[in-house]
């Protein structure tokens, strides 16, 4: 009749820990997404420094075996549980609230928390009721989900005004419960002749590994003597994995000659799902590569969230193009997210949250390229929607700002969410000192491709097929060789009227009038566009 551990409580901290697992950890190079700034400072990359969050995992593996009931006569468990506790709490702290370094640092110390009290939690389930407590455990794991939606999502869920940008009440919530899980229940004490024989420590009945009830060695000490082998097994597995990922040459690139040209593209991708619920991963893959892009600016890509996965898409995409990444805002920061790839070097960005007093947050970077000695700048965006029309009056604002400041030539990758000529039309334009790529094209709503002091070569939209709900933009730019410079002012169908490699590739057919409804991907909207010079400016 021993009294049993305080079940509700349990299922709070253990529904909280199998959380915070998933939230976190659940993907090597997730803690780097949290604490990613831009270039050049810009932190640990998810290649190399995820091998740490591996070997992190595994410390706080080996150190739950420290971590059982009664660890020695002298220290007891409330000693030990407190202390790790708060050096836990202090740990998410600086996870959540630094960047670069120190929040990955923080982040691997969480990790080796979380990791060490597994066991002890799942000791405590296993001395409880276990319908009740596993079904209440997994309703805890839903309600942190279903809070994360509302905390990203709050502009278009009931009472999201609430909930906007709290994860630091999810936080508290998820140290709170484990913490008193973690000191709230006494285990009975062992007789002294049971102690020595398992070295002065009580065994998890949840993983019996010292001894039996009656005192006698179990049959999982084997098992046990060999865990640690198969830990490291496990982790030299893991690191060598790490290691055939390196490919340096996939991010080499020729040198080019004048005239340089280049290829930018813009997509929302709706967190690497299909049509049809899907993942479609490596479909964007194979769609970026068709289009022949060399830079591609992504927007609703931040899938490190439970609900849409929890994936680092940026690695993923960045390693199977050899492109390198821009990611910004941190997945933190509580945006969709945007992301800019570019086959050349990054060598400066800026990554901003845009004014949104009452609407969804709007994330947008800018990144600085260097195209074989030519600097570019990209600005890439997702302003918020068509409901709150102040937002985006703001948002417009400042990216016009961020634009007009660049003494760089500049492209404009955005999805603005507002019709041709509109107000935010105007002030991104006019304001920013900016160029569409082809302002007859009236019927369009998101997307758009704006420039400065670069030459439009072609312009395209592909239809969007199953991959996403959204269509392809993209359009090839000439760097100008001299200051006097004349842009194209004639447009022609006619790909026969350009040099070759400057013609769009053949894979998504021929000009295409109206809109393509087709689940394959086709040139629509009266593309591909070609430009070039007549006799006037």
């Given at each position: 009749?021993?009294?049993?551990?305080?079940w509700?409580?349990?299922?709070?901290?253990?529904?909280?820990?199998?959380?915070?697992?998933?939230?976190?950890?659940?993907?090597?190079?997730?803690?780097?997404?949290?604490?990613v700034?831009?270039y050049?400072?810009?932190?640990?990359?998810p290649?190399?420094?995820?091998?740490?969050?591996?070997?992190?995992?595994?410390?706080g593996?080996?150190l739950?075996?420290?971590f059982?009931p009664?660890?020695?006569?002298s220290?007891?468990w409330?000693?030990?549980?407190?202390p790790?506790?708060?050096?836990?709490?202090v740990?998410?702290?600086?996870?959540?609230?630094?960047?670069?370094?120190?929040?990955?640092?923080?982040?691997?110390?969480l990790?080796?928390?979380?990791f060490?009290i597994?066991?002890y939690l799942f000791?405590?389930?296993?001395?409880?009721?276990?319908a009740?407590?596993?079904?209440?455990?997994?309703?805890?794991y839903?309600?942190?989900?279903?809070?994360?939606?509302?905390?990203?999502?709050?502009?278009?869920v009931?009472?999201?005004?609430?909930?906007?940008?709290?994860?630091?009440?999810?936080?508290?919530?998820?140290?709170?419960?484990?913490?008193?899980t973690?000191?709230?229940?006494?285990?009975?004490q062992?007789s002294s002749?049971?102690?020595?024989k398992s070295?002065n420590?009580?065994?998890?009945?949840?993983?019996?590994?010292?001894?039996?009830?009656?005192?006698k060695?179990?049959?999982?000490a084997?098992?046990?003597?060999?865990?640690?082998k198969g830990?490291?097994?496990?982790?030299l597995?893991?690191?060598?994995?790490?290691?055939?990922?390196?490919?340096?040459?996939?991010?080499k690139?020729s040198?080019?000659?004048?005239?340089?040209?280049?290829?930018a593209?813009?997509?929302?991708?709706?967190?690497?799902?299909?049509?049809?619920?899907?993942?479609s991963?490596?479909?964007?893959?194979?769609?970026?590569?068709?289009?022949?892009?060399?830079?591609?600016g992504?927007?609703?890509?931040d899938c490190?969230?439970?609900?849409?996965?929890?994936?680092?898409l940026?690695v993923?995409?960045?390693e199977s193009?050899?492109m390198?990444?821009?990611?910004g805002?941190?997945?933190?920061d509580?945006?969709?997210?945007?992301?800019?790839?570019s086959?050349?070097p990054?060598?400066?960005?800026?990554?901003?949250?845009l004014?949104?007093?009452?609407?969804?947050?709007?994330?947008?970077?800018?990144?600085?390229?260097?195209?074989?000695?030519d600097?570019?700048?990209?600005?890439v965006t997702?302003?918020g929607?068509?409901v709150?029309?102040?937002?985006r009056?703001?948002?417009?604002?400042?990216l016009a700002?961020?634009?007009?400041?660049?003494?760089?030539?500049?492209?404009f990758?955005g999805y603005?969410t507002s019709?041709p000529?509109?107000?935010?039309?105007?002030?991104?334009?006019k304001?920013?000192?900016?160029?569409?790529?082809?302002?007859?094209?009236?019927?369009?709503?998101c997307?758009?491709?704006?420039?400065?002091?670069?030459?439009?070569?072609?312009?395209?939209?592909?239809?969007?097929?199953?991959?996403?709900d959204t269509?392809?933009?993209?359009?090839?730019?000439?760097?100008?060789?001299?200051?006097?410079?004349?842009?194209n002012?004639e447009?022609t169908?006619?790909?026969?009227?350009?040099p070759?490699?400057?013609?769009?590739?053949?894979?998504?057919g021929?000009?295409?009038?109206?809109?393509y409804?087709?689940?394959?991907?086709?040139?629509?909207m009266?593309?591909?566009?070609y430009?070039?010079?007549?006799?006037?400016?």
């Amino acid at each position: 009749h021993v009294k049993k551990p305080f079940w509700p409580l349990v299922s709070l901290g253990y529904g909280s820990l199998l959380y915070l697992i998933h939230w976190v950890f659940s993907e090597a190079s997730l803690i780097t997404r949290w604490s990613v700034r831009p270039y050049p400072d810009h932190g640990p990359q998810p290649y190399p420094w995820g091998a740490f969050v591996l070997v992190a995992l595994c410390i706080g593996v080996l150190l739950s075996a420290k971590f059982t009931p009664v660890t020695s006569m002298s220290i007891t468990w409330f000693a030990v549980a407190v202390p790790w506790w708060i050096i836990a709490c202090v740990a998410f702290t600086g996870l959540y609230l630094t960047y670069t370094y120190v929040a990955f640092a923080a982040g691997l110390l969480l990790g080796i928390f979380a990791f060490s009290i597994w066991p002890y939690l799942f000791d405590l389930l296993t001395l409880c009721p276990p319908a009740r407590t596993y079904g209440l455990s997994l309703v805890t794991y839903l309600c942190f989900v279903l809070y994360t939606v509302w905390t990203i999502a709050f502009n278009f869920v009931p009472g999201g005004e609430y909930t906007r940008e709290t994860y630091h009440y999810k936080i508290i919530a998820i140290l709170a419960f484990i913490g008193l899980t973690l000191i709230h229940y006494k285990y009975p004490q062992v007789s002294s002749s049971i102690l020595a024989k398992s070295g002065n420590s009580y065994s998890h009945t949840a993983f019996p590994g010292l001894v039996g009830s009656d005192g006698k060695r179990s049959p999982w000490a084997a098992f046990n003597k060999n865990v640690y082998k198969g830990l490291l097994i496990i982790l030299l597995i893991s690191l060598i994995g790490f290691e055939t990922r390196y490919n340096p040459i996939a991010y080499k690139r020729s040198t080019l000659k004048a005239p340089k040209r280049f290829t930018a593209m813009i997509w929302n991708i709706r967190y690497g799902f299909d049509n049809n619920g899907w993942q479609s991963f490596d479909r964007i893959v194979g769609m970026i590569n068709n289009t022949e892009s060399d830079f591609v600016g992504l927007m609703e890509c931040d899938c490190a969230r439970p609900f849409v996965g929890n994936n680092d898409l940026g690695v993923f995409l960045g390693e199977s193009l050899g492109m390198y990444v821009d990611y910004g805002p941190a997945t933190r920061d509580h945006t969709w997210g945007s992301m800019l790839l570019s086959k050349y070097p990054i060598v400066n960005s800026e990554h901003f949250l845009l004014p949104s007093p009452k609407g969804e947050l709007a994330p947008a970077l800018r990144s600085t390229v260097n195209i074989t000695g030519d600097l570019v700048d990209i600005v890439v965006t997702h302003m918020g929607n068509d409901v709150d029309d102040l937002d985006r009056k703001l948002q417009a604002e400042k990216l016009a700002q961020v634009m007009d400041n660049s003494k760089l030539p500049v492209v404009f990758l955005g999805y603005v969410t507002s019709a041709p000529y509109s107000r935010d039309y105007q002030q991104l334009t006019k304001s920013g000192r900016m160029k569409d790529i082809d302002p007859s094209d009236n019927d369009r709503w998101c997307l758009y491709i704006f420039y400065r002091d670069l030459i439009r070569l072609a312009y395209a939209r592909i239809s969007r097929g199953i991959i996403s709900d959204t269509e392809v933009q993209t359009a090839k730019f000439e760097i100008p060789s001299a200051t006097n410079y004349r842009d194209n002012n004639e447009m022609t169908h006619d790909r026969n009227r350009v040099p070759v490699n400057v013609r769009y590739p053949t894979r998504f057919g021929e000009v295409f009038n109206g809109h393509y409804f087709g689940e394959d991907h086709h040139y629509h909207m009266s593309t591909p566009k070609y430009f070039y010079k007549t006799g006037r400016n």
